[in-house]
């Protein structure tokens, strides 16, 4: 892999180093070692964005021609091909003392008139007996095909000028001398020519050494043969039989002859850059570029293809998984990686049933968030299916930092205890709250001594996620007021709201209110309102609420579920790496401002103090010489007692004490008595740890062919294999609160009959009543 620059929409100029450009590069990208030259053009195309149906492009590259250790760089022409390899074999030796690329780009309108040639273009040389890429008429020979007839076979042994008219410069069409490396080349080629003209061919033959086409109209007599060199290291268009006479109208819709292979090799950059693509997406790019849409299932089919091509083969992911996680070891030391697999016949390979993993500068961040943790999980779609699970914590802003990663075969009980026993070993013996659904199988380990997260010992404090809880409630009672109502409870700070809200539950629904009053309660316990509530959580929480809130976590990772495994840890690594740069810089200048807290607790705390000029001392009673207790009134004429003391600065509240961050009441008493307030904001929210937290960088491994030598264990897949055609996702169910799987909207029913929200025709009660009536 090497760099490549690009610049347009300049100009060259002189300097001291020879030819330089005057505008920075307009883009630029890594590109691989058997990049031909057909493919560089399309990607020009695509990144400057300039106009391939009504102009072509002039390249040269900018080459060291200096000696040793000095640099002269002049404009080298690449006009074919041939150059271009010449320019990268030169690059990657490091031979011009210069590893990168710099093309200058230049866009040259396209003319109707085949002669006339722009002087912006590179003018190729003319081929003599002496170049090497000179075709006698001896070679251009061609045997016939069985059945061919005798004036077929004369007709192919036409000159450049007797077979076709295009320029022979253009690399855009098609002419009588054009290499290609391979005989895909030459396939592709074909087939973006007739795309682009809205022609439709056939072929006749195809084969290692031979490729022939023909138009399909059977009143057009055009024709092309192509074939391998003498010693099949290349391939050449021979002969070009005619012109085409068929109508090239209609374009807009599918093509014939635009094949999913095809497609697949114009959607990499696509699949590669976002993960995956879906087929809309392929359709509105390949209608850009060709003015032709494909088909749904091309689209798709071709997309299955790209991954392949990119991310390799579903089972072979598996066999470069491990060499993948050492070479991630040996780059980033302090990462952890834990298998779970079963022995084999060979006592070399395991059949996989899971991995964990843990980046280490995640670890290390992790050491600067507040002790709050969230875990859950995602179908696998790919062709061996299984789960991911993930653990993430929160820094300052409320950011999510992606900590732990694992991906199991099955979700069973046993796999979140296998899991979560190796995530406490990570994160040590510090006390953290966890946030999760309402799995039996996560919340089982809070009850077992021996798990690490026990909670009768203050090892860890476990908490429902909010989303959960309303979607469980959607799914068991089918109303979406009672959701709504549900939610605004389990957010409430003040006990007087809270109370208030469960009386509106009970008399919306007295069953929901009877499964919330139990739900996560033990044996012994009444109720257990701080497993769910944020005015019961004690401050455990620190006012998060959500397992994955506004910032989804799995936002960070698109579309990981369809992706091959080892790709899938690939992308986890490289989206966590963008991830900790674009936090550190914003880190950086908070800190570089002088910046106390985080900007969200800033923003916060200066809404609270234009807030607490509105409130009313009404007493202030000491009770001893370190401790007060001060009553306050709002402009709504709420009251709370705040009390103050060397050990104890608490509100009424709750704001304080649940999040870390002053109310308006405590401000106001500060202010009062000229106290700084500051004292009062959590530590976890200073800009130093926001900025500890995205410090520690990410060291790629480098290149499969850069990756230390590998000489563990292979881990084999499960032989399970989901069925062919589009891969199956998560689908909510109407289960009983507590079984829902994986998070994500609910289903919205609309009644046919009565048009309300909640329920269908088979329910509902309006149906009831006119079947009652008849």
């Known amino acids: 892999m090497f760099p490549i620059s690009i610049y347009t929409g300049g100009s060259v100029e002189t300097g001291p180093m020879g030819a330089t450009y005057n505008k920075p590069p307009s883009a630029s990208y890594p590109a691989q070692a058997d990049l031909t030259f057909d493919d560089l053009k399309t990607k020009i195309f695509q990144l400057t964005r300039i106009n391939h149906h009504e102009n072509t492009i002039s390249l040269n590259a900018r080459w060291n021609a200096g000696t040793a250790g000095s640099h002269c760089f002049v404009l080298l022409p690449i006009c074919d091909n041939t150059m271009w390899r010449m320019l990268v074999e030169k690059t990657l030796s490091t031979a011009t003392g210069w590893s990168i690329v710099e093309l200058f780009v230049e866009a040259v309108p396209k003319t109707n008139d085949p002669g006339e040639k722009s002087q912006s273009n590179v003018e190729c040389p003319e081929k003599t007996s002496e170049n090497p890429t000179q075709v006698s008429r001896e070679e251009n020979q061609e045997e016939p095909l069985p059945g061919e007839k005798a004036e077929d076979k004369e007709s192919q042994n036409l000159t450049d000028e007797e077979s076709i008219d295009f320029k022979p410069h253009d690399e855009s069409t098609l002419y009588v001398g054009r290499l290609f490396d391979t005989i895909d080349d030459v396939r592709r080629a074909v087939r973006e020519y007739h795309i682009k003209q809205n022609r439709k061919l056939v072929t006749q033959q195809s084969g290692s050494d031979k490729y022939v086409v023909k138009c399909m109209d059977p009143e057009c007599g055009w024709r092309l043969y192509a074939a391998s060199g003498k010693d099949g290291d290349y391939f050449q268009i021979r002969t070009i039989k005619g012109e085409h006479v068929c109508s090239n109208e209609g374009g807009g819709l599918d093509h014939i002859n635009m094949k999913s292979e095809f497609i697949s090799h114009l959607i990499l950059d696509l699949v590669k850059k976002k993960g995956d693509a879906s087929p809309k997406e392929i359709q509105d790019f390949v209608q850009e570029l060709y003015q032709c849409r494909p088909s749904y299932a091309k689209a798709w089919n071709a997309k299955e293809l790209a991954i392949d091509h990119l991310f390799g083969e579903w089972k072979a992911s598996y066999a470069k998984l491990a060499p993948y996680l050492n070479a991630i070891q040996v780059a980033n030391p302090g990462t952890k990686v834990e298998w779970w697999s079963d022995s084999t016949t060979d006592p070399n390979v395991r059949l996989f049933r899971g991995v964990a993993w843990a980046f280490a500068p995640a670890i290390e961040g992790f050491k600067s968030c507040r002790p709050v943790i969230s875990v859950d999980s995602t179908t696998l779609c790919g062709k061996y299916g299984g789960r991911m699970l993930i653990a993430v914590a929160y820094d300052a802003e409320g950011q ?41 199988s996560i919340l089982s380990l809070f009850n077992q001594p021996d798990s690490g997260w026990y909670t009768g ?4 404090f476990h908490r429902y996620c909010s989303r959960y809880l309303c979607e469980s409630i959607r799914a068991a009672f089918k109303n979406d007021d009672l959701v709504k109502l549900v939610q605004w409870v389990s957010r409430q700070n003040q006990s007087s709201k809270f109370r208030l809200g469960m009386m509106r539950i009970f008399h919306t629904n007295q069953a929901a209110y009877n499964w919330l009053v139990k739900v996560g309660a033990r044996p012994n316990e009444e109720s257990a309102y701080h497993s769910w509530s944020l005015c019961e959580d004690g401050g455990y929480r620190h006012g998060i609420m959500a397992a994955n809130g506004n910032e989804c976590v799995f936002n960070l990772f698109p579309r990981i579920q369809e992706l091959p495994i080892t790709a899938l840890v690939e992308l986890t690594f490289t989206e966590s790496a963008e991830t900790f740069a674009n936090k550190r810089e914003t880190a950086s200048k908070i800190v570089a401002e002088k910046q106390l ?9 200066e809404a609270r103090r234009a807030k607490m000029s509105q409130h009313r001392i009404i ?10 207790e001060v009553e306050i009134e709002t402009r709504t004429k709420v009251k709370h007692i705040i009390k103050l003391g060397h050990d104890q600065r608490s509100c009424s509240c709750q704001k304080s004490q649940l999040t870390g961050i002053p109310c308006s009441h405590l401000l106001a008493i500060c202010a009062c008595r000229s106290f700084n307030a500051n004292c009062l904001v959590d530590a976890a929210y200073d800009a130093r740890q926001l900025l500890a937290t995205w410090t520690p960088q990410f060291r790629s491994p480098g290149s499969p062919e850069e990756w230390p030598d590998y000489v563990g264990i292979a881990y084999s897949p499960h032989c399970k294999v989901l069925k062919g055609g589009r891969r199956r996702k998560d689908v909510w169910s109407a289960s009983v609160p507590g079984k829902l799987k994986k998070p994500g909207p609910a289903s919205v029913y609309r009644c046919g009959l009565c048009k309300q929200i909640g329920h269908s025709i088979r329910t509902c009660s309006r149906k009831k009543g006119i079947s009652g009536s008849t």
């Open 400 to 440: 999510i930092l992606p900590l732990a990663f694992a991906v199991i075969k099955d979700e069973e009980d046993n796999s979140w205890s296998w899991f979560m026993r190796w995530l406490r070993e990570l994160v040590g013996p510090r006390p953290l709250c966890v946030i999760s659904d309402l799995q039996d």
């Open 457 to 460: 010992t203050g090892q860890a």
């Open 597 to 605: 807290w985080s900007n969200k607790v800033t923003a916060t705390l």
């Open 619 to 628: 007493s202030i009673q000491s009770q001893s010489f370190f401790y007060d």
